[in-house]
């Protein structure tokens, strides 16, 4: 059932960004910034930790997932050491998905080339 | 032409040039790589090769040795040297040219580097023209090139990037062409074969009908080529039918609908003789390129092969070549302006 | 193209004004301009994205079923898609399944992964320090900075409501 689940939501959030993407000029880039920010204000709102304790991987797949983990991230920090957590919480709770992504890019430069589209 | 200018000038109209001591096309050469080689033209082309690196490290330095192979290459089929050369006009997309320094700096011909986007090679035979009906020059050599790579790296992104063309979107092609223009002293004539001429050209302004939208180049084109063409037939006093053939660069099949509307709208039925170099190297089908090829190799590579054999075996007696090129860079795109372009045309004719 | 009610080529060349004129041609491409086709899109980057979500539901449920509490068994899970959408981008792969799924592989974690990877690769001719260094940011960087900006600004607000006792 959490793989039904999670298949039909996080195909939704991914259909209507495509939606977004064609009917727009919108790049990219600027896509994974409104989908990350979206993610933490729904966070902040509290909206979106009950929706994504049902959708699971659904929900924490997508960049809007990322988000809400950077926010969550970001309370904690605030609720434990208070003004300082401001400059903590946000790099603590996104460091594994971004040390990770750097790490092993910068390790898939030693190995792999470029390569011609056909 | 339908009027020959006076003896004192070779200006024709608001735009062009009818030239007197007419410039000759001796030779023509063209290198492409593999996805061209697979197109409808693939069997015209001088020299194919399957490796997008051309035995090079990097994509630029690829793009480089795809122009020196067509320099060699087209000095080999006029069976000329290199110091018989006296000026190379040429150009490239890469940021400030860097293909055609690289790629023809052991030539050691006196170069003017140009930029006209993809309608470098209208520009480059343009000038070449003009330099040897001025006797300023008595062989030049025209030249530009693309690559697919290079192109994607700079102006869109990286190659592995994951992202969805529009169907709006062109693809570069990777290629290089060149001619080379001498005077009538210098022309080389094979029996059977007609002498091809460059009879007149039309200089393009920049022309901006403010589109944005930098996939969908064709759209950008269109109006600069529609200028050019309305101007070159009010110049020469001419109508579309003087020509067999009116063929634009790198518009596709976007650009090629708006450029017929516009002309037909302004009392110009270009429907029956246009053809687009963008439409005709790809297979838009079997090759998934969406809207056709683009770049300076794509216009040069297709005159080079195609056009040029057409008007040798006399199978088309004048057309009217016109590259088109849209003027944008990478900050322009990010500081939100305007996509403009930019055509020149070229009166191509077969003679004897 | 449907005959709604349509700027034709004869209203562009005749307009003297040039604001007006630019409005016009940019309707009117837009009305030439074949699009892609949205339900077949939507459908694809739905599948797609839908595909990569029930993976990450594998990997979380293999990594609590191993032991991990929910929370530690997601960030292996994030490790784990990151490492495999970077691998494939390496091999050339993840760009062509990009070209069906658009968004599909944009949206999850993985997308980001490949942002980064692209990059890396792709400059890696221009030195380690201008060429990766720099680039591997180009797309992805962005995401990292509006990322911190966002829950920054969010928790300056959440800092204050607790100051203020209301939450």
Redesign the interface.
């Known amino acids: 059932m959490?793989?039904l689940i999670?298949?039909?939501?996080?195909?939704?959030?991914?259909?209507v960004?495509?939606?977004?993407?064609?009917?727009t000029?919108l790049m990219?880039?600027?896509?994974?910034?409104i989908?990350?920010?979206t993610g933490?204000?729904l966070?902040?709102l509290g909206l979106y930790e009950p929706f994504a304790k049902w959708a699971?991987?659904?929900a924490?797949?997508?960049?809007?997932?990322?988000?809400n983990v950077?926010?969550k991230?970001?309370?904690e920090?605030?609720d434990k050491e208070?003004?300082i957590?401001?400059?903590k919480?946000?790099?603590t709770?996104?460091a594994?998905?971004?040390s990770?992504?750097?790490i092993?890019?910068?390790i898939?430069?030693w190995?792999?080339?470029?390569?011609?589209?056909? | 032409m339908a009027e020959k200018a006076n003896n004192q000038t070779k200006m024709m109209g608001k735009q062009s040039i009818s030239f007197q001591n007419t410039p000759y096309i001796v030779a023509t050469s063209s290198v492409a790589g593999k996805k061209e080689s697979e197109g409808p033209l693939g069997s015209l082309f001088d020299i194919v090769n399957d490796d997008p690196m051309f035995g090079k490290d990097t994509w630029e330095e690829a793009e480089s040795e795809i122009m020196k192979e067509a320099a060699d290459k087209v000095l080999m089929k006029a069976g000329l040297a290199n110091t018989d050369i006296r000026y190379l006009v040429g150009g490239d997309l890469l940021g400030q040219l860097i293909a055609t320094s690289f790629g023809i700096a052991e030539l050691k011909i006196p170069l003017f580097g140009i930029y006209g986007a993809c309608s470098t090679m209208g520009e480059a035979m343009s000038i070449g023209a003009i330099l040897v009906d001025g006797g300023y020059a008595d062989r030049v050599l025209s030249i530009t090139s693309s690559h697919f790579a290079g192109a994607e790296k700079q102006f869109r992104f990286p190659l592995d990037y994951g992202n969805q063309r529009p169907y709006s979107a062109s693809w570069t092609v990777t290629g290089s062409g060149a001619v080379i223009i001498t005077d009538t002293n210098h022309k080389i004539s094979s029996s059977g074969e007609a002498d091809v001429v460059i009879k007149g050209i039309t200089t393009g302004k920049i022309v901006d009908y403010g589109v944005k939208d930098s996939m969908n180049m064709g759209a950008c084109m269109a109006p600069a080529a529609f200028e050019t063409i309305k101007q070159n037939f009010e110049d020469f006093g001419v109508q579309p039918t003087y020509y067999d053939r009116i063929i634009t660069g790198d518009l596709g099949y976007v650009g090629a609908k708006i450029l017929i509307d516009l002309l037909q709208s302004a009392g110009y039925d270009i429907s029956k003789n246009h053809m687009d170099c963008g439409i005709e190297i790809f297979d838009q089908e079997s090759q998934d390129t969406h809207a056709g090829g683009s770049g300076c190799g794509c216009s040069a590579i297709t005159f080079a092969s195609f056009v040029y054999k057409k008007l040798k075996t006399r199978e088309w007696k004048r057309v009217l070549f016109v590259p088109t090129g849209a003027l944008l860079s990478q900050v322009s795109f990010n500081e939100g302006k305007t996509v403009p372009g930019i055509a020149h045309a070229v009166v191509i004719e077969s003679e004897g | 193209m449907s005959e709604k009610k349509q700027v034709s080529a004869k209203n562009i060349i005749n307009e003297t004004d040039t604001k007006l004129r630019n409005e016009y041609f940019n309707q009117y491409v837009k009305d030439v301009t074949p699009k892609n086709s949205i339900p077949k899109n939507t459908a694809k980057a739905f599948l797609v994205g839908g595909i990569i979500c029930v993976i990450g539901q594998a990997f979380t449920n293999y990594y609590i079923y191993m032991g991990a509490d929910e929370d530690t068994g997601k960030l292996y899970t994030t490790i784990t898609l990151v490492f495999l959408a970077i691998l494939l981008t390496g091999v050339g792969l993840y760009q062509k399944i990009a070209k069906f799924g658009g968004a599909g592989t944009l949206v999850p974690i993985t997308g980001f992964a490949n942002s980064m990877a692209a990059p890396a690769v792709e400059y890696k001719k221009e030195g380690q320090v201008f060429g990766i260094g720099c680039k591997i940011f180009t797309i992805a960087g962005p995401v990292i900075l509006y990322g911190i900006f966002c829950s920054w600004v969010l928790g300056i607000i959440y800092y204050l409501l607790k100051l203020l006792g209301v939450v």
Do not use: E, H, W
């Open positions: 959490d793989y999670a298949f039909l939501v996080g195909g939704a959030i991914c259909a960004v495509q939606i977004l993407l064609d009917n000029k990219p880039g600027r896509v994974m910034v989908l990350v920010c933490s204000v966070g902040a699971g991987a659904g924490s797949v997508p960049l809007t997932g990322f988000g950077l926010f991230g970001m309370k920090a605030i208070g003004f957590g401001l400059f919480g946000g790099f709770a996104s594994v998905g971004i990770s992504a750097l092993f890019a910068y898939a430069s190995f792999f080339n470029s390569k011609m589209k056909s």
